[in-house]
């Protein structure tokens, strides 16, 4: 982790799952919403700059050791066989914020934010030094996000260009033609 970069910590299936639920639609795919999942947090943390590690667990998996890896600047984290992603996620905001009170007083430039919606996950965060958004709150602002990031760079019509012969010459030529086609001097036949 990198300490000057803010860092989003999110359980990634609470925010799949919310998703789901909002669009009222059952989860799909596990594998095309994780993809989902990691693409939007790409961008989302890009426009935010900030860091951005997403755990998904593996608890029910008796064949799933944890792994590790980096996907578009986004850190995906599958936790091992009977550890949860809230137990992972506590553990790694003690980590980086320190285990200690006074730890913590001296690691107050750190900022991590941790997105769950499980309640008790929340209060272990916030008694860590992390603040807490839930899922919902974080599509709400991801939404929020698409759209300044569109506003920013939408496209400007951009203005008439004239391709004039006077703008492509050097000045002192532009002066003696301008003063000839000014002039009342009559060419010698």
């Known amino acids: ?6 860092t989003l910590i999110v ?8 998703r789901a639920s909002e669009a009222n639609r059952p989860v799909g795919d596990l594998e095309n919403e994780r993809k989902w999942l990691v693409d ?10 900030i860091e951005t590690v997403v755990v998904f667990d593996a608890y029910n998996r008796k064949d799933f050791e944890k792994r590790e890896f980096s996907v578009s600047g986004i850190s995906v984290i599958f936790t091992p066989f009977g550890e949860t992603a809230d137990s992972f996620i506590e553990g790694l905001v003690y980590a980086i914020m320190g285990a200690h009170r006074d730890a913590r007083k001296y690691r107050r430039n750190l900022r991590v934010e941790v997105v769950s919606s499980d309640n008790a996950v929340q209060q272990i965060v916030l008694g860590g030094g992390a603040t807490r958004m839930s899922s919902r709150e974080l599509l709400i602002d991801i939404k929020n996000v698409k759209k300044r ?28 033609l301008d003063a000839m086609r000014k002039s009342d001097i009559k060419e010698n036949k």
């Open 11 to 18: 359980d990634g299936y609470n925010v799949i799952y919310e």
């Open 1 to 6: 982790m990198n300490g000057d970069q803010p």
């Open 40 to 49: 939007t947090l790409a961008d989302y943390s890009g426009y935010r700059g």
């Open 149 to 176: 990031a569109k506003a920013a760079h939408a496209i400007k019509p951009a203005a008439p260009h004239h391709n004039r012969l006077s703008e492509n010459m050097a000045g002192d030529v532009r002066n003696i």
